[in-house]
């Protein structure tokens, strides 16, 4: 067995990851009141990429040129590409929509990464993959059935935010497929500094760093808490499949549009000047619940359909 295999410490890691993605959304929020997505973006990457090369050069494991070809390389920019684009435009559908209705909405994300994976890999899709994917749909009509209408009736600012926020779980499918084939070249956290680096870059022309200045304490902390939410949000995730099954820790993350419902209306009576309560009526958050419960069955649901085998 892995020696660095422990499941009590994946746990915690992976409900670390859980909690501080289910807070993202609702700090994004307020930080986007002053600042441009672009420039949110670049903040977050530009700590992340600092933070990983700290640790990577104290655990001496930093990538060099010399371990990039060709084809590593052009999947770099690829992913690099993709994260880029999935977190400006998750970013930019937070000015249209609240931060529970893009957490929900972005769980489409790993499902099209499962479909898309099973196409390119050729890897069959399971009972259970099938049976996740077809209740998290119905979830997500259940969870827009107040909607519905204005989703198909025309280009309302709902409507666009609803693009945007699917656009973002697309490119993001972009970055995950280049990742894994990346796999084979670099560790997960090497993948991550590298690409946090090249995004930096890509985003400092349309960047306006100057914007600091314009914030209150109450933004300033927002973005700063965004900004560390990368590093430890993503360093917990890559820590925890590290120490935990892959398909475990991927069934604890889907809780994290729960935990963005229930931290927005907490916040929302904390501070009901900054935060809105979820608007959500009966069905919706029953619609929240299943599409959880379709993700989360996508991840584990074998072993349900093996013991009824």
């Known amino acids: 067995m892995n020696q660095s295999y422990n499941p009590k410490l994946g746990m915690l890691l992976a409900l670390t990851t859980a909690v501080f993605w289910g807070a993202l959304p609702i700090a994004m929020k307020q930080a986007l009141e002053v600042m441009d997505p672009f420039t ?3 903040y977050r990457f530009i700590t992340a990429a600092i933070g990983l090369g700290v640790i990577l050069f104290w655990k001496k494991k930093l990538p060099t040129w010399r371990q990039i070809t060709a084809l ?15 977190f400006v435009l998750y970013n930019t559908s937070l000015k249209y929509l609240t931060p529970s209705v893009v957490q929900v909405i972005i769980q489409l994300a790993p499902i099209i990464l499962l479909v898309t994976s099973a196409w390119l890999f050729k890897e069959k899709l399971t009972l259970h993959q099938i049976i996740g994917v077809v209740v ?5 009509v259940l969870f827009f059935n107040e909607k519905l209408i204005e989703l198909v009736a025309g280009l309302s600012s709902y409507t666009l935010g609803v693009v945007l926020a699917v656009c973002a779980a697309l490119v993001w499918v972009v970055y995950g497929l280049a990742q894994k084939r990346l796999l084979r070249h670099f560790s997960s956290v090497q993948i991550l500094f590298m690409i946090y680096v090249i995004c930096a870059v890509f985003l400092t022309p349309m960047a306006t760093p100057s914007q600091l200045s314009m914030m ?10 965004c900004c560390l939410n990368t590093l430890i949000g993503y360093g917990a995730f890559a820590e925890a499949m590290a120490r935990w099954k892959a398909s475990q820790v991927s069934a604890l993350i889907t809780l994290t549009p729960l935990f963005t419902i229930v931290f927005v209306d907490l916040a929302s009576m904390g501070w009901p000047e900054f935060v809105s309560p979820v608007s959500l009526n009966f069905m919706g958050y029953i619609g929240a619940i299943v599409v959880v419960s379709g993700a989360m069955f996508c991840a584990i649901g074998h072993r349900w359909v093996r013991a009824k085998a």
Request: avoid cysteine; charged fraction near 5%; proline fraction near 0%.
């Open 40 to 42: 949110i973006v670049w």
């Open 72 to 86: 590593s390389g052009l999947l770099l920019i690829i992913a690099s590409i993709g994260l880029a684009g999935n």
């Open 136 to 140: 998290l749909l119905v979830g997500l």
């Open 216 to 225: 209150d304490m109450r933004q300033w902390g927002m973005l700063a808490f």
